[in-house]
C-alpha cells in the first residue's frame, strides 16, 4: 500500500490495521462500533435473535482469525457485511434456516409485546401495530435470500450498491435490479398500509 | 417522447433516482427536480408514494435488543481457538515460512529433522531383540533336541558289543 493510500485510510480500516499487529484493544472497539448493526442485519435474515447472535459470534471470530491477511483494500463495512452475508446466507442455502421458523413465532410475538409494551399504547393500537409488524416481518421473509440481503443492506445499513455490491459479490447492476424487484414485491405487499396506524 | 417524459426517471430508465429520494440519500439540488417532476407526473407520483410507505413501515420494524453476555461469549471462543494444538505447534515453523516470516534456516532445520527421522526409521535397527514369545519357542525347541541327542548317543553306547568280548 502506498503513503497516499496509507494517509485516506478509513478510521475502522485503521483499526483493523492495529488488530494486525496484535492490539485487542482495536478488536474491541471495533466490535463495540459494528456489534449492533450485524446483529441487527442477522436478525432481519433469519428472524430469529438467539440463531441471529450464534450467526454474529461466527461474523466477528471470521473477521478475528482474517486479521494476519487483512488489507484495508474496501471500506471496513463492505468486508464486515461481505462476511456476515456469506454466513447468513450460507446458514439459509443448508437449511437451517426452515428448523428456526417453529420458534420464530413465538420468539416474534415477545419481540413484539416488549416494543410495544414501552410506548404504553392502547390495546386496539397495539393489535394494529402487531399486525403490521407481522405483516413487515412476512412480507420481508418471503423475499428470496439474496434480495433480502440487498433490501436490508440498503434500507438499514443506508449502504451504497457500490458497497452492497461487494458485500454479495455481485455487480452494481446486478444489485439495483434485486433491489428493484425486492422492492417492487414490498410494495405489491405493503402498500396498502398508507396512512394506517 | 416529449420534454416532460425526457425528464421522468419511469420512462428514462432512472428509477433509481426515485428510489434514493425515497430513501432520502439524494443531494437537496436533487430532491428539489424531483419534487418538481412529481408534481407534473402522476405515474412517479404514485410510485413514490407507495415506496414511501413500505420504507415507513419498514421503519417500524426494531430489532431485538443484544444479549449482555454478548462479547464475553465472542472472548471467551476467540481464546479457546487461539491455543495451538500439537499440530499447530510443529507445523508452525513452515506456516511463517510460507507467509514469508521466517528464513530458510529454520525450515531446512525442520526439513532435515524430518529425513533423518524417516532415514532412521527405514533402516533396520541393530538392538532389536526377538519377541519374547518366539526366543521361549527357540530354546524349548534347543532343549528338545539336546535331550534327543543324549537318547540317540545312549542309544548307540547300548548297542555297541562290550570291550572284553572284542578284545577276545
Known amino acids: ?197 | 417522447m416529449n420534454a416532460k417524459n425526457n425528464q421522468c426517471p419511469m420512462q428514462n430508465g432512472n428509477a433509481e433516482i426515485l428510489l434514493s429520494y425515497c430513501a432520502r440519500s439524494l443531494e437537496a439540488e436533487q430532491v428539489a427536480q424531483i419534487e418538481q417532476h412529481l408534481t407534473a407526473c402522476a405515474e412517479c407520483r404514485a410510485w413514490a408514494a407507495e415506496q414511501q410507505t413500505v420504507w415507513a413501515a419498514m421503519d417500524a420494524w426494531e430489532a431485538e435488543p443484544v444479549s449482555a453476555d454478548f462479547d464475553a461469549a465472542l472472548f471467551a471462543r476467540i481464546a479457546s481457538t487461539e491455543q495451538p494444538s500439537v499440530w499447530q505447534r510443529w507445523t508452525e515453523p513452515v506456516r511463517q515460512f510460507l507467509q514469508g516470516g521466517l528464513g530458510w534456516r529454520p525450515v531446512l532445520s525442520a526439513g532435515a529433522l524430518a529425513l533423518t527421522l524417516v532415514v532412521a526409521l527405514s533402516i533396520e535397527n541393530p538392538f532389536r531383540t526377538e519377541p519374547v514369545g518366539q526366543t521361549v519357542k527357540l530354546e524349548a525347541q534347543e532343549i528338545e533336541q539336546a535331550e534327543r541327542a543324549l537318547e540317540d548317543l545312549e542309544m548307540l553306547r547300548q548297542l555297541e558289543p562290550p570291550e572284553e568280548e572284542t578284545s577276545l
Open chain 1, 1 to 197: 500500500m502506498d503513503m497516499m493510500a496509507v494517509a485516506t485510510i478509513e478510521h475502522d480500516a485503521e483499526l483493523m490495521l492495529r488488530v494486525r499487529e496484535g492490539d485487542s484493544q482495536s478488536f474491541a472497539l471495533l466490535l463495540a462500533k459494528h456489534r449492533t448493526p450485524v446483529i441487527h442485519f442477522l436478525y432481519r435474515m433469519i428472524q430469529n435473535q438467539a440463531v441471529a447472535e450464534e450467526l454474529a459470534q461466527e461474523v466477528f471470530l471470521r473477521v478475528y482469525r482474517s486479521r494476519a491477511s487483512y488489507e484495508p483494500t474496501a471500506k471496513f463495512t463492505t468486508w464486515l457485511f461481505r462476511i456476515a452475508s456469506h454466513v447468513a446466507l450460507n446458514h439459509i442455502r443448508d437449511g437451517k434456516h426452515e428448523r428456526n421458523q417453529e420458534s420464530l413465532d413465538q420468539e416474534s410475538d415477545e419481540g413484539m409485546s416488549r416494543q410495544v409494551a414501552s410506548e404504553a399504547p392502547t390495546v386496539e393500537q397495539m393489535m394494529v401495530r402487531e399486525a403490521k409488524f407481522e405483516e413487515i416481518r412476512r412480507a420481508i421473509q418471503l423475499l428470496p435470500a439474496k434480495q433480502r440481503a440487498a433490501v436490508l443492506m440498503h434500507k438499514y445499513q443506508e449502504m451504497e450498491y457500490a458497497q452492497i455490491a461487494a458485500a454479495l459479490e455481485s455487480s452494481e447492476s446486478a444489485v439495483k435490479s434485486l433491489l428493484f424487484r425486492a422492492y417492487e414485491t414490498l410494495r405489491a405487499k405493503l402498500a396498502h398500509m398508507a396512512g394506517r396506524e
